[in-house]
């Protein structure tokens, strides 16, 4: 992994060589969400991606995003490569509607050895990929938690015996992941990965979705409806190919520079259909 450009990506390259502490974790934490976008356009391009953290870390130099399995997998590389102590553990995000589990469609991290005063256990739950979420590391204690207009709850998990459960905001896209200790591979994730970029019923093949999270709030683009979420909501349609790539590149640091032109129109157009169906369904 090319550490030096990684972090030149997150505009940290000062911490190549600066001691591992809980607050550059907070500072890497913070500068991955802001600049690397939770976003799934690779399948609507039709390109296909593995769970590999090395494969995941080398798109986002090139200035790409990815979903959890790629951003925690590639950040918990980058971690390990600078010095942290950093876990991997299968998780399962609770949607609306559904019930909690381990169901590993979900990656996540924690790192340990970091002592603050805020945490003087040391031990962090790390997470850049669940988009709408965290902006920064929390410490793995027990409590409520606020950052910028959302406020987060960390307890015993009911489904992880030994486990946690984050519990999200209220406003938030899911309801909360739970997660277990244990130590996983990131081969554990190759099976849901495929059928997340895959399956015709995974939200990921049916909604184009596009998020940043910033310390104010998350900007969110799901098809061609682009939302602001802070305190409140304001949404807005797009409605040409032009303001629908200009809010990719502006507002969520996506100007796709890998992407040709043909792709473009026919991802314009595969997200135009899909907006079209989801009126069709009442906007559901």
């Known amino acids: 992994m090319n550490t030096p450009a990684y972090l030149r990506r997150l505009g940290l390259p000062e911490l190549l060589h600066t001691p591992v502490t809980a607050e550059s ?8 969400v802001e600049k690397v976008a939770y976003e799934v356009l690779e399948i609507w391009l039709g390109r296909a991606t593995t769970v590999d953290p090395v ?11 990815g979903y959890c399995y790629h951003l925690n997998g590639a950040f918990s590389e980058l971690l390990t490569t600078l010095g942290y102590d950093v876990t991997r553990h299968v998780a399962g995000v609770q949607l609306r509607g559904g019930e909690p589990g381990i169901t590993g469609n979900h990656l996540v991290l924690t790192a340990r050895g970091l002592p603050s005063a805020a945490n003087p256990g040391g031990e962090w739950l790390v997470d850049v990929g669940l988009g ?4 920064e590391p929390l410490p793995l204690v027990p409590g409520t938690y606020r950052q ?10 009911q489904v992880a015996p030994g486990g946690w459960r984050f519990e ?9 992941m739970d997660f277990g200790m244990e130590p996983t591979e990131m081969s554990a994730f190759a099976e849901t990965h495929r059928h997340l970029t895959t399956a015709p019923t995974s939200g990921f093949v049916r909604i184009a979705t596009t998020q940043r999270r910033d310390a104010y709030g998350v900007d969110i683009l799901r098809g061609l409806l682009l939302s602001r979420v802070g305190n409140g909501k304001q949404s807005v349609t797009l409605s040409s190919a032009r303001d629908y790539y200009a809010a990719l590149a502006d507002i969520f640091l996506l100007p796709l520079d890998d992407v040709t032109p043909v792709e473009k129109d026919t991802l314009w157009r595969k997200v135009c259909e899909a907006h079209e169906g989801w009126l069709a369904a009442g906007s559901p």
């Open 148 to 157: 910028g207009p959302f406020t987060y709850e960390l307890r015993p998990s």
């Open 25 to 32: 974790l907070r500072a890497l934490h913070a500068a991955h």
């Open 168 to 176: 999200h905001d209220q406003s938030g896209s899911f309801v909360g």
């Open 132 to 135: 709408d979420a965290l902006h």
């Open 55 to 65: 494969e995941s870390a080398e798109r986002i130099v090139r200035g790409r995003g």
